[in-house]
């Protein structure tokens, strides 16, 4: 059975601290993908990123960086220098092997404050 | 490329009324699905359809129905409206079916209230 957990339900920050999302996950199957979504108050969801499990490269764009280890199930997002406009929630989501539906965490909702 | 269109953006139902919510991809995507949004509780997957006339339960199939009579439609039926059914509804698709790591790409959800 897939899981994925993002035990911070809420995060507040003061505008351009740094700020780490936890996700963590539990497969057993050895090929998978792992997401970001962010959900802005308007109620979208926006794709910020895929990562499959046989790369384990951190990936940084903008103020954004995402720390995936394999060894302890984690796929961390950090926002550095946080803005009021990253105040959303985020969601981290997981698909396995061929597999097209997402297992979704309960999401994180972070607020940036001015 | 309008890419995934659900409608209406916002419903008001009574208990055991009946409604279908829509949704459209111009994009010739194979794989459809609908989730709903409950607060604490993530997206959860309710239907989904690997192609036109194919359709299979998720994790919280109870109360809705689908179809997929097109490619580029799958509807949700709601056949009597309960309270429980108030959530956000998020209609989503992929390119292929059996393609692993394909991002879902989300409608602007639909946020029915049921009184």
């Known amino acids: 059975a897939q899981k994925v957990t993002q035990a911070q339900t809420e995060i507040s920050v003061v505008e351009k601290e740094d700020v780490t999302l936890d996700c963590v996950y539990e497969?057993?199957?050895?090929?998978?993908?792992l997401f970001w979504y962010k959900q802005p108050p308007s109620g979208e969801l926006v794709f910020l990123i895929r990562?499959?499990?046989?790369?384990?490269q951190n990936e940084i764009s903008g103020r954004y960086s995402w720390n995936f280890q394999k060894s302890t199930s984690s796929f961390n997002f950090t926002i550095t220098a946080s803005q009021v406009v990253d105040s959303a929630v985020y969601f981290c989501a997981l698909s396995v092997n061929t597999g097209n539906q997402f297992y979704f965490g309960t999401g994180t909702s972070l607020t940036v404050i001015p | 490329n309008a890419g995934v269109t659900q409608t209406p953006k916002f419903q008001v139902l009574k208990t055991g009324q009946s409604m279908t919510l829509q949704c459209a991809q111009d994009m010739n995507h194979e794989y459809m699905s609908w989730y709903r949004q409950d607060p604490g509780m993530g997206l959860r997957l309710i239907h989904y359809?690997?192609?036109?006339?194919?359709?299979d339960q998720g994790e919280v199939p109870n109360g809705y129905n689908v179809s997929r009579s097109t490619t580029e439609d799958f509807p949700l039926r709601l056949l009597s409206a309960a309270p429980s059914q108030t959530s956000v509804y998020f209609c989503?698709?992929?390119?292929?079916?059996?393609?692993?790591?394909?991002?879902?790409?989300f409608g602007d959800g639909t946020r029915l209230s049921i009184l």
């Open positions: 989503a698709s992929t390119p292929r079916w059996r393609t692993g790591g394909q991002p879902q790409h």
């Open positions: 359809s690997v192609g036109a006339g194919i359709t």
């Open positions: 497969t057993r199957d050895t090929t998978y993908y």
């Open positions: 990562r499959n499990s046989f790369d384990e």
